[in-house]
């Protein structure tokens, strides 16, 4: 007697307790080999694949395609045999090469465009030419919209303002530009600067590193920098992880590796784990300020802006300068004012004097 096997959704976090917009790849009937991807949707954070235990026949799939599903619960049935040789062949050509099957694009349904009314006056209201389309919000969008809301009910959430002259780093960046990326294999760019002063100014104000737990205050002794990274579904926020002890180089190309990852699709929930602080870039879309938004756990987060060449009194001069203004938000109910502008001046100080972090003084 045939052996029925049954396919468990995975667990992939603490905090995920379910999978978003099912899609089928293997229907009942159809074969599959152990290991091989049966079903995939979307998590909190990433994509998950979900495969088959052992080789066989799928006997029974749980779910529809589209709909939502719990983490660890019985997603599909596997009647354990053996694959059939002509099954096995079934997708081959004659001459060997691979029949694809060719599948009806997908569309978003649109709501018909209502009709205009034309009428002698006095003219009346005229319904909007064009119509509407409705399109179910994506996993990572139902996801950004509660923690954004969650954050804002939860958090007693401020903001300060400072503003940085970049003049030192695009020297330092024009000096050794060439001879980074023939040693790295990658540019030299304002993040590692950013990330290495944030970490700085984290070791001299703990609280800012912190977490709330109830009625506790955790510290935490590692920095773990997520950095905001553009994908195809959305801004995402995977970590560069132990920061402080990476170097310029190491910080670039694990940045450079994690938004390869988010532009194909490839980040995995463990990407996004465990972060204590996190930095997000505007300035990349020409956002001149703004008041960023805090990620949960976490009690702080530096917006970087665009770079303007703006007037500045520099030792009784006015002299064009690059200029960058900053932004910390943070969670106000455990870390004071006097804390969090202070770590931004620390972090203003170090980017204008970036010698001081490639001597650690």
Request: aromatic share 6%; charged share 25%.
């Amino acid at each position: 007697m045939s052996k029925i096997v049954d396919v468990v959704v995975p667990a992939v976090g603490e905090s995920v307790t379910e999978i978003f917009e099912v899609r089928i790849l293997k229907g009942v009937g159809e074969y599959v080999k152990e290991g091989e991807v049966l079903l995939e949707g979307d998590s909190d954070k990433a994509s998950i694949e979900i495969v088959s235990p052992t080789t066989g026949q799928v006997a029974e799939i749980l779910v529809e395609e589209g709909a939502d599903f719990p983490i660890g619960n019985v997603i599909a049935k596997v009647e354990e045999k053996a694959i059939p040789k002509q099954e096995a062949k079934k997708d081959v050509s004659a001459e060997g090469a691979p029949v694809a099957e060719e599948s009806a694009p997908q569309t978003v349904a649109e709501v018909p465009a209502k009709s205009v009314s034309v009428v002698s006056e006095p003219p009346k209201t005229v319904t909007p030419v064009g119509g509407e389309k409705r399109v179910k919000m994506t996993p990572l969008r139902r996801t950004i919209a509660r923690r954004l809301v969650e954050a804002q009910q939860t958090a007693a959430m401020l903001t300060t303002f400072n503003e940085a002259d970049m003049t030192a780093i695009f020297a330092l960046r024009k000096k050794y530009q060439e001879r980074f990326v023939e040693r790295h294999g990658t540019k030299l760019g304002f993040m590692s600067f950013f990330v290495k002063a944030i970490v700085d100014a984290l070791q001299a104000y703990p609280a800012v590193n912190a977490e709330v737990d109830g009625n506790y205050i955790v510290y935490k002794n590692f920095y773990n920098i997520g950095v905001a990274v553009s994908g195809p579904k959305g801004l995402m926020v995977p970590v560069v992880r132990n920061a402080d002890q990476l170097s310029f180089s190491e910080v670039e190309l694990e940045i450079k590796r994690l938004a390869g990852l988010a532009r194909n699709n490839k980040l995995k929930p463990h990407h996004f784990q465990e972060g204590t602080f996190t930095v997000s870039n505007g300035g990349v879309f020409g956002s001149l300020l703004s008041t960023p938004i805090l990620n949960p756990p976490q009690s702080a987060i530096l917006g970087m802006h665009t770079i303007q060449e703006r007037p500045v009194n520099v030792n009784g001069n006015v002299e064009i300068r690059p200029m960058m203004y900053l932004a910390v938000s943070y969670d106000h109910r455990i870390i004071d004012g006097k804390e969090a502008v202070s770590f931004l001046v620390r972090i203003k100080e170090l980017v204008e004097n970036p010698e001081r972090l490639l001597f650690d003084v």
